[in-house]
């Protein structure tokens, strides 16, 4: 279970340039004398913690799977999409800014991971283990993909920007700037996201077939005796 948190940070320009002549036109003294925009995207983990708050049944009916089986354990994480934006500008002897060409730091940090397993395991100490690794393999698949997705949306954020002049103020590139995130990146965000779901569903495949050897069975006996419970 993911959650996405947008945080737009502003910064003072990187630098002004004065526009002292117009022998050329605007916006060729802006590509000439703007250097390139920059983008970098990074990311921060957080270090997941064990919870025993949460039943089976509740663990089930967080993971939203629509499926009818027993949830042991649930790997949640919050996402925090983190665009740090400065500018550099050219401006006029007046000291109007006419243009500007953005410098763009993206953290894409993950906090609050927390490994939930059920109550139901408290004092069985080889299931909580099981159970832990399980989810600790969930965990670096989420660690894995938010590595590649910031890799790409470095990427695909460099070719949008590369040669990209704003026109006008300051806070005119800043909304721009703004309203780029809320229209474009966010959603390319999630939707590069996706693609890390097929890995859990085939870890959750994988492990499902060795369940039945884990800590002599005692998962699957627990599994049987909380599915009976759960009959009307």
């Known amino acids: 279970?993911?959650?996405?948190?947008?945080?737009?940070?502003?910064?003072?320009?990187l630098f002004a340039t004065s526009l002292l002549g117009w022998a050329e036109s605007?916006?060729?003294l802006c590509n000439r004398q703007l250097p390139p925009a920059q983008v970098e995207v990074r990311t921060a983990f957080a270090e997941p913690a064990i919870s025993f708050d949460f039943?089976?049944?509740?663990?089930?009916?967080?993971?939203?799977?629509g499926k009818p089986q027993v949830h042991f354990g649930l790997t949640q994480v919050e996402t925090h999409m983190e665009p740090r934006v400065s500018f550099a500008v050219l401006s006029s002897?007046?000291?109007?800014r006419l243009c500007a060409r953005p410098h763009i730091e993206v953290t894409l940090a993950l906090e609050r991971a927390r490994v939930n397993v059920a109550r139901e395991l408290v004092g069985d100490e080889c299931a909580i283990a099981a159970v832990w690794h399980h989810e600790l393999r969930h965990f670096a698949i989420v660690q894995?993909?938010?590595a590649s997705t910031a890799g790409e949306l470095e990427r695909m954020m460099r070719a949008y920007y590369d040669g990209l002049v704003v026109m006008g103020s300051e806070a005119e590139?800043?909304?721009q700037?703004?309203?780029?995130?809320r229209r474009r990146?966010?959603?390319?965000?999630?939707?590069?996201?996706?693609?890390?779901?097929?890995?859990?569903?085939?870890?959750?495949?994988?492990?499902?077939?060795?369940q039945a050897t884990v800590c002599n069975g005692a998962l699957v006996r627990l599994a049987a005796r909380l599915s009976g419970q759960a009959k009307p």
């Open 1 to 13: 279970m993911r959650a996405l948190i947008v945080r737009l940070l502003c910064a003072a320009p």
């Open 26 to 28: 605007l916006a060729e």
């Open 55 to 65: 039943s089976a049944a509740q663990i089930e009916q967080m993971a939203h799977t």
């Open 93 to 96: 002897a007046a000291g109007q």
């Open 144 to 146: 894995e993909s938010l």
């Open 173 to 175: 590139a800043q909304r």
């Open 177 to 181: 700037i703004e309203g780029e995130f």
């Open 185 to 210: 990146w966010v959603s390319e965000f999630e939707t590069l996201q996706v693609r890390g779901n097929l890995a859990h569903e085939a870890l959750d495949a994988e492990d499902a077939q060795a």
